[in-house]
Nanobody, 126 residues
């Protein structure tokens, strides 16, 4: 079965760091398929809409929300089939549930593939 498992969340003081990981498994990610997805990290604070935090494309390009530029780094490990989000200089505003997302589109598929992890809680508080 297809599964995305997130880990690394927790409680951290402002200015601290956390590293989130998303491990992918299942037929959808076999072989070279893992690196062909667009991988993204989203977060959702209480009573707020889900927002895109960071993404890495199949070509290795990255993009970030303005609020996290210079502090967060997204990376992809094709050998381990994992995607990570290094979060530095954390602020209370970074608090929320962080979700891993994989998206793939191809002309050979009728519909795109879109998968979500269960999320991991990040709390930044003194």
């Amino acid at each position: 079965q297809v599964q995305l498992v997130e880990s690394g969340g927790g409680l951290v003081q402002p200015g601290g760091s956390l590293r989130l990981s998303c491990a992918a498994s299942g037929v959808a990610f076999n072989g070279r398929m893992f690196s062909r997805y667009k991988w993204s990290w989203y977060r959702q604070a209480p009573e707020k809409e889900r927002e895109l935090v960071a993404a890495v494309t199949d070509g290795g390009g990255t993009n970030y929300a303005d609020s996290v530029k210079g502090r967060f780094t997204v990376s992809r490990d094709d050998l381990k089939n994992t995607v990570s989000l290094q979060m530095n200089s954390l602020k209370p505003e970074d608090t929320g549930v962080y979700y891993c997302n994989a998206h793939f589109e191809s002309a050979i598929l009728r519909d795109p593939l879109n998968y979500w992890g269960q999320g991991t809680q990040v709390t930044v508080s003194s």
